[in-house]
């Protein structure tokens, strides 16, 4: 089978006994998921009654596309099916003569199944992530938990290839950038490889990628990680990221807001700031308002934090818990903009303020739980300017569409946004009726 170089290149690292992650990638026609199906085959017939995975957000997908591309590399190699291998499409496992094995799984994140159960279970001896972009962090690091057979019967070390475009989550932050930056870590090695990279790649399928809009161009012919698909974006990807690393000392005056939630949705968020460092944060599920209310209470004495810098989202449920907090700031998100500032409402202008804050890297959370730090990047990831092609007063794109397109509530992101009542009116001491 004639190999490109960067597919050469990517085979010999697979090989090696040192780097336990490879993504390859960051264009289409780089020949991603030709190269993970060759790797996969090999190791299965290398390695006799070994067990590998190749896995795709969906595995309906999977089957349309990245089977058919493992069927044709088996082709090429000599392999008849019923004869070397044999296909049960109902279990979704290919079987080899020699005992190996090769399983094909979904990787989506279902809320039925929020901890990857489905993998708990497995035990295999390497994985190929296709359209890697498309799973999440959690799922990746679970599925690496999960590859350990017969890795020391042949000398193997757990070993992930992913496969991709460029994409703004964790194949950036985790990879592309701390590769770019000269950072990225001994286990892992990142090939850019792109449809010029690819001397067998047909040149009308080129010609095509020529045609697309600028984006898709840039991502998909050029392999431009750093692409910009949406000039309403707010919050720069880098400085999202860089949140979590913003490690400054600060000694500020201590808040907490609070994003409260309704009984059996969405959950409730409380933050305790020092300055513009969080220090500590809850995420409750299924909370009563007397539950929060109590919560905060016990945060405000702990951090010394007085009740005129406490503030929670009064809309709704939370009203009642802004009833039981005396002397607290209650937000209305519906509420008209502090100063006469052109902005729609009183949440439009706390977003804007925190995208102007972590965009100038002013806001730290260090503490964040790995779970919480995925969910809020995604959350941040939405937060966008409606209408700006109108001349009409700034605003955000509307919570509810936030919902539908990121399949659940904001709380995260809510509750940093609530921080910023304080720095948008600083002198104001005590609750006013409304806001």
Partial sequence: MRLTQKQTEAIKILEDKTTNELLFGGGAGGAKSTLGCLWIASSCLKYPETRWLIGRAVLKTLKETTLNTLLEVLKTQGLKVNLHYKINYQSNLISFFNGSQILLKDLFNYPSDPNFDELGSLEISGAFVDEANQITDKCKGILSSRIRYKLDEFDLIPKILYTCNPSKNWTYSQFYKPWREGTLGPNRKVIQSLVLDNPFISKHYIENLKRLDKVSKERLLFGNWEYDDDPTRLINF???????????????????????????????????????????????????????????????????????????????????????????????????????????????????????????????????????????????????????????????????KVKELIGRSPDLSDALALRMFFEIAPRIKTRAAKY
């Avoid at 009563?288 to 010394?304: G, H, N, P």
């Avoid at 006469?340 to 949440?347: A, F, I, Q, S």
Wanted: charged fraction near 30%; hydrophobic fraction near 35%; aromatic fraction near 8%.
């Fill in 238 to 400: 880098d400085s999202i990221n860089d949140i979590f690393t913003n490690n400054f000392k600060d000694t500020g005056s201590k808040y907490i807001s609070c994003d409260v939630a309704r009984f059996g949705e969405d959950k409730t968020v409380v933050l305790v700031w020092d300055g513009l460092k969080i220090v500590e944060y809850k995420v409750l599920a299924k909370s009563s308002i007397v539950e929060v209310a109590d919560l905060i209470k016990k945060l405000a004495s702990e951090y010394r934090v007085p009740m005129s810098q406490v503030i929670l989202d009064e809309d709704g449920v939370g009203g009642g818990a802004v009833d039981l907090l005396s002397g607290c700031k209650g937000f209305v998100a519906n509420s008209r903009a502090l100063n006469g500032e052109n902005y729609t409402n009183l949440k439009s202008q706390a977003y804007f303020k925190l995208a102007d804050y972590i965009n100038t890297n002013q806001i730290s959370w260090p503490v964040i739980g790995p779970e919480d730090k995925e969910r809020l990047i995604e959350e941040l990831d939405q937060v966008k300017q409606q209408n700006v092609d109108q001349d009409k007063k700034l605003s955000i794109l509307p919570k509810d």
